[in-house]
């Protein structure tokens, strides 16, 4: 494997431990266990223990793909061991190749029961793929983002290797807000997750395009003549009693929140739009 991306070794480490990390089964993966497996609620235990073994591959991989799904945070413990350039799709290839012939073991806590499970190639491989570890983040992002904490940065700069904002235009976008954050002192970790999913259906090619889609949010959300939701997803993330990113409990319900959020995110773009004008 080649050495050339400095760091390699400790972001094997990181990556290695965080496979083998304890994490509890969670509700989804209750659910499937039940419905496709025939267990009972409390029996997963049993199960992954001496069921798990016995299946195909593609059904193993269904059960424990929800298990080991990168999160923002994984995402974010790697962002501080990658640089510019990242490493190469080859060397991330032979990342995988040398996680998959060590073999992992993780250990998955059930209700009364931890469970120690041999990772399959096939988790291995998802698993850092999602982590989009070849994926460069620009220049323009890198700085502004330096502009908070590490743990924040970190976060920053794993958002701008997936998939939603990795084009190169769209990264110029996240760097105008992010700027537009720091002048506001508006940054806000779950207003950022709305604009994500506002870039994702939008595809937008200059920060101008974001004006509409923005505008109509506030503008459906404005209480009391707007719907309570318009999205499944914005209600899951916005509904009431829903934890903050860090850590307060919201109170206003679901759509006098999104409104509030939308009206200071139009805010933060028409910052980031007088700061580009010439």
């Avoid at 509700?27 to 049993?46: K, T």
């Avoid at 999602?130 to 460069?136: H, I, Q």
């Avoid at 506002?198 to 959300?221: A, K, Y």
């Amino acid at each position: 494997m080649s050495t050339a991306f400095a760091g390699w070794e400790a972001l094997q480490d990181r990556i290695r431990a965080d496979l083998a990390a304890v994490r509890p089964v969670t509700p989804q993966v209750s659910r499937h266990l039940q419905s496709h497996h025939g267990i009972s609620p409390g029996d997963e235990a049993s199960f992954l223990e001496s069921r798990l073994p016995l299946l195909e591959e593609y059904e193993v991989e269904l059960v424990l793909s929800p298990l080991f799904t990168p999160t923002q945070d994984d995402q974010a413990r790697v962002s501080q061991l990658l640089s510019d350039p990242p490493p190469s799709a080859a060397a991330v290839e032979g990342l995988v190749e040398r996680l998959e012939n060590q073999g992992i073991e993780a250990v998955v806590q059930c209700e009364g029961a931890s469970v120690r499970i041999a990772l399959p190639p096939g988790i291995i491989r998802r698993y850092v793929r999602l982590l989009n570890l070849a994926e460069r983040v620009l220049p323009p992002v890198r700085s502004a983002a330096g502009a908070f904490p590490p743990p924040l940065r970190d976060r920053l700069l794993a958002l701008a290797r997936t998939e939603t904002w990795r084009a190169p235009a769209r990264q110029t976008i996240l760097a105008a807000f992010i700027e537009a954050f720091v002048r506001r002192s508006s940054f806000d970790e779950e207003k950022i997750g709305h604009l994500s999913q506002i870039v994702q259906t939008t595809r937008p090619e200059r920060l101008g395009d974001l004006s509409g889609p923005i505008e109509s949010l506030v503008r459906v959300t404005n209480p009391p003549s707007g719907p309570r939701f318009f999205d499944v997803q914005i209600e899951d993330r916005y509904a009431e009693g829903a934890v903050e990113g860090f850590g307060e409990k919201k109170t206003l319900p679901t759509n006098e929140r999104i409104h509030a959020l939308a009206a200071d995110l139009l805010s933060d773009l028409r910052a980031a739009l007088e700061n580009a004008a010439p």
